[in-house]
């Protein structure tokens, strides 16, 4: 079974710019979340989309957004880039959203799209 | 969720077990504790997860103390491929706690 896949891999943008990032979780799939890495802040995450819509998010401002799409697929949007946005971002998905089912709601991480922000 | 504290480096003889230990006395009754490790710039890797009893598999064990208020993951006969940063993370199945909160994580260097 193929692993979540996400585009483009590497990513070089200068300031003001906007950037759309594509992950296209495992088959089978429905949640897929969002995670920004940087070596000040560690891993934090941004948000998680379950049939399309936006189900939980995180402490991140507006300029960041987020969609996904009746496949599943998910793309994130940053806006008006700044030069802290340069991060690793990392694509995950899991199988269900349903809470409180013991297991099976692992997360399984993509391999990130670098994005540098000049 | 509840926070975990984990020491920030180890390291271990390559083919000798590794016990990564963590930390978690605010746990909650249905709050499980998973555990992933992030090989450098690589996404992070699912290891395993439990809620009270201790877990086996392919990869790792987990070991859970009875009043859950500690964990110790670990990796049975260590390898190179293993040195990586071993995350600890203590999670809920309510309402919208799918989010994974990572810490700083251990680094796990596996020595020749």
């Known amino acids: 079974k193929a692993g979540v896949t996400q585009t483009p891999r590497y990513l070089i943008k200068t300031r003001g710019q906007q950037v759309t990032l594509s992950c296209s979780p495992i088959?089978?799939?429905?949640?897929v979340s969002w995670y920004q890495q940087t070596p000040g802040q560690g891993l934090q995450f941004l948000f998680e989309?379950?049939?399309?819509?936006?189900?939980n998010k995180g402490n991140f401002p507006g300029r960041f957004s987020g969609r996904q799409f009746s496949n599943s697929r998910s793309e994130m949007n940053v806006s008006t880039l700044e030069l802290g946005d340069s991060a690793l971002y990392l694509c995950?998905?899991?199988?269900?959203?349903?809470?409180?089912?013991?297991?099976?709601?692992?997360?399984?991480f993509g391999p990130g799209t670098r994005l540098t922000v000049l | 969720d509840a926070k975990t504290t984990q020491p920030p480096s180890m390291d271990c003889a390559e083919g000798r077990a590794a016990n990564l230990p963590c930390n978690h006395s605010?746990?909650?009754?249905?709050?499980?504790v998973y555990w992933y490790r992030q090989i450098h710039s690589q996404g992070p890797q699912y290891i395993i997860h439990?809620?009270?009893n201790n877990e086996t598999n392919e990869m790792a064990s987990l070991i859970i103390t009875e009043d859950r208020k500690s964990s110790t993951l670990i990796l049975p006969h260590a390898t190179l491929r293993d040195t990586a940063v071993y995350y600890c993370?203590?999670?809920?199945?309510?309402?919208?706690?799918?989010?994974?909160?990572f810490g700083s994580g251990t680094q796990l260097t596996v020595l020749p």
């Open positions: 995950a998905s899991s199988r269900s959203g349903t809470a409180g089912l013991a297991g099976g709601n692992e997360q399984f």
């Open positions: 088959s089978g799939h429905r949640s």
């Open positions: 989309y379950f049939s399309e819509t936006q189900r």
């Open positions: 605010t746990i909650s009754g249905n709050e499980y």
């Open positions: 439990g809620l009270k």
């Open positions: 993370i203590v999670r809920g199945y309510s309402g919208s706690a799918r989010q994974l909160t």
